[in-house]
Structures are given as C-alpha cells and as structure tokens.
C-alpha cells in the first residue's frame, strides 16, 4: 500500500521509519523546516535506533520526505500523527491540527483511509471526518481512529510490537486496510466507535495519572509516620487483584504533556456539560503539588538555598531522548535558581541549552565536574550512566553528600552508605 504520514514529530518519524522498513511505500509530509532537517539526517527527537532505521528506509527508497501535500494523492492510508501543541497549564491547541488537516485532505484521493492517531478530544475524529465531507464532498474517505502507545527511549518496539491494537471506525473498508496495514505487527485488534477510541486513550492516560498520584501521596504519608512506601509498593502488588505492573511505583511527580492533556480534555469535557469530577480534577493538583517534593526536601535538610551548589543529575524528559520539552528536571533547576541555590547539571544527551533553560543552570561536561564541591546532588532523570556512581566517588568529590532520588534509582548502591545521606520518596 501506499502510505501518506502527516505530521514528523515522535510519532510521525517512529511510524514512518517502522512502516517503511516492514516494505510499505511511505511518503513523510511536515512543514518545509522540518523536512529540511530530517532530510540532513537530523530528528526532532534521539530515539534510539532511529536514525538508522531512517537512514537505511530512505537508501531503499522506501521512505521519502515530503512539504508537498498534494502528494496525498497517491496515499491509501493517511496516518495523521501531528504532535498537539499544549500550554504550560496543559491546554491543548486542537485548532493547530484540525486546520492542518482539512487543508491537507483536500488532496486526498477517494476511498482513501484516513487513519488520527494525533491526542486530540473526544468527538474530534467524528467532527472532522462531517468538516471534510462538506468541503470536499466529491471524496467518499474513511475515518478512524488508533490511540498512539509510544514511549521516549522504546518507541520503535513499542510500535513493532504492541500487545493490543485499538481502532475506532465505522467503516469496513478502514477496518480491513488497518488490519493489512499493522496486523504484521500484532494480531489482537480490540474494535470500537471511534468516540470509544478517543475515550479510551483519555481514560487510559488518567488512570496512569491517577495511580501516580495516589502512590505518591501514599509515600508522603509514609515520610511522615516512618513507613517505607516501597514495601507499600510491594505490598500492593501482591494482592492479586492489583498485580505486579501496576502503575505504583512512588517516585517523581509525571512530567510532560501527555498524561496531563488527556486529564485537561477529561475535565474540560466534564465542566462543559456541567458535570463535576472532583477525582480527575484534582489529578493535577496532586502532581503539581508532588512536583515541589525535591525542593521541599533540600529546604528541610539544608535550611537556606541561597548559594549552596545543588548538581541535578539528568535534564531530559525521559532516559533515551533529548527533549526538553515539558521536563520536570528543568522546572526543578528554575525553583532552585529562584530559592537562590548555584544549580549545575549533567545529561549524557545534552550538549548544549538553550537560552531559557542556560540561564538558571550551568550544564557541565562530565559528572565530576557537575559534583563538584555540590553541597546535595539529586537525581531526576534515570539514565543508565548514573548507576556507575559509587558511594567512594561521591565521599571523594563531595563532603557529606546529601542524594536526593525520588524514584530509588540509585538505591542498590547508595541506600545506607556509610558518610552518604540518601533520600527517596517515601522514605523517612
């Protein structure tokens, strides 16, 4: 088949690097800007084995880049995968897609499938597939709707081998080109209304949302009456009704737009139609309250910020990428700066800040350098590097280290070294 994908942010390039790779005839489409990049090799996103796969889809010219949308034309499935822009209160710019795409399928050729997987609301999929009959009424296409399952570090085998694939459509013909299309990848389809589809993904990144949130408030209670949230943890899971990959591990607050949007659109929607969820609401101002945890605990045990050198140990969003975007990391170094404290970092996949972020923290090149004469070192992205440190480094660098990691990644090697303190979420 042939196969259009709009949109190359993470999941645009993940899905198009896959799909050509497994044979399909692919033709990428962003903003001249963005193809030019990818073009020179250059990704929006370091996704391991990425840019390999890129580079060897273009060389079997099964993977072109493209700024034409007209060559729409010759797509039988259109992949909508446009990243959703959203605020620094969650808010999601929908209109950035809904416009790009109506102007974009104008050029589609009849019966094509039209196939969103961007995080839009519920009802969007609905709503923009009557919007596209009225201006191009000559085009009989066919909508659905496929929530993207990516993760920042895992997305190539998150998308080559997902346990379930979920779809809305009401079309037959939708139905079995998705089936030729990702039934190479997984054969367990769970079909649906496309409303179903959207709301499937909202409550999915709520209930990821909501366990966070419960288990970290479960571990501030914990810090106070002497309890260790990770027997807690342990506990939980083994009732069987739970089960061992629950979302309760306590930890770090979640960062990024992708569960918070979700929980945004659940209560907008909720709020709209004047009905009151005082559980979803108040998601958000569990984890923005829990986003204060580290700063809190450097206060405790240091007393005054103001000139203390505090070395933040991971920038990015995720281990496995470079992206900013959204991280807690850096809004940490910003509450820092603003408590007066002198914050350096560290990151194995940054080499270089920019300017909002470059003027609140100084990044060093190695991690001996970033440890430095630190009064306290906190941990806030989970890089596999940061498990070589060992407690005589750290006694050898720094005088009383103070480690601050709020999801334990270091605590098979720290917790309970001698001259170190070690804290984590949870933990008195």
């Not at 994908?5 to 399909?24: F, I, K, N, Q």
């Not at 309890?227 to 739970?242: F, P, Q, Y």
Request: one cysteine or more; proline letters at 4%.
């Amino acid at each position: 088949m042939n196969v259009a994908v709009l949109g190359l942010w993470h999941l645009g390039t993940v899905a198009a690097a896959c799909l050509a790779d497994a044979g399909e005839n692919v033709i990428a489409i962003d903003d001249v800007e963005v193809v030019s990049s990818l073009l020179l090799g250059q990704l929006p996103v370091n996704e391991p084995g990425l840019g390999a796969l890129t580079q060897k889809c273009v060389e079997k010219k099964t993977l072109t880049f493209s700024s034409d949308v007209s060559k729409l034309a010759s797509a039988d499935i259109i992949l909508v995968a446009y990243d959703t822009p959203v605020d620094d209160e969650d808010r999601a710019d929908v209109a950035f897609v809904r416009t790009r795409l109506l102007a974009a399928l104008q050029h589609a050729k009849d019966g094509a499938v039209v196939l969103i997987s961007s995080q839009l609301p519920v009802g969007s999929t609905d709503e923009i597939a009557g919007a596209c009959e009225k201006q191009n009424a000559k085009a009989k296409l066919h909508f659905a709707y496929s929530p993207e399952n990516l993760r920042l570090g895992r997305a190539i085998q998150c998308f080559t081998k997902p346990d379930r694939i979920v779809v809305g459509t009401t079309s037959d013909t939708a139905r079995s080109r998705i089936e030729q299309l990702y039934g190479r990848y997984c054969d367990k389809f769970i079909w649906m209304s496309p409303v179903s589809a959207e709301m499937t993904k909202h409550a999915l990144n709520a209930y990821l949302g909501l366990s966070i949130t419960f288990i970290n408030e479960i571990a501030s209670i914990c810090e106070l009456v002497g309890a260790d949230a990770r027997d807690v943890e342990r506990g939980l899971k083994s009732e069987e009704r739970i089960g061992d990959k629950a979302p309760l591990s306590p930890g770090a607050a979640f960062a990024g737009g992708t569960l918070a949007r979700d929980v945004a659109y659940l209560v907008q929607i909720a709020d709209s139609r004047g009905a009151k969820k005082p559980l979803l609401s108040a998601i958000k101002m569990s984890n923005e309250e829990h986003k204060k945890w580290a700063l809190k605990r450097l206060q405790l045990e240091l007393g005054q910020l103001q000139g203390q050198v505090v070395t933040v140990l991971g920038l990015t969003y995720k281990p496995g990428t470079d992206t900013l975007r959204r991280s807690s990391s850096v809004e940490l170094c910003r509450s820092l700066k603003e408590a007066g404290a002198i914050v350096r970092a560290h990151d194995p996949a940054v080499k270089e800040l920019p300017s909002d972020v470059s003027n609140c923290v100084e990044l060093k090149s190695s991690l001996s350098e970033a440890l430095k004469d630190a009064r306290a070192v906190v941990v806030a992205t989970a890089w596999p590097e940061y498990k070589e440190i060992t407690a005589a480094d750290l006694s050898r660098i720094m005088h009383n280290p103070l480690v601050l990691d709020a999801g334990a990644f270091l605590r098979p090697t720290l917790a309970g070294a001698k001259n170190i303190k070690y804290v984590s979420v949870g933990k008195s």
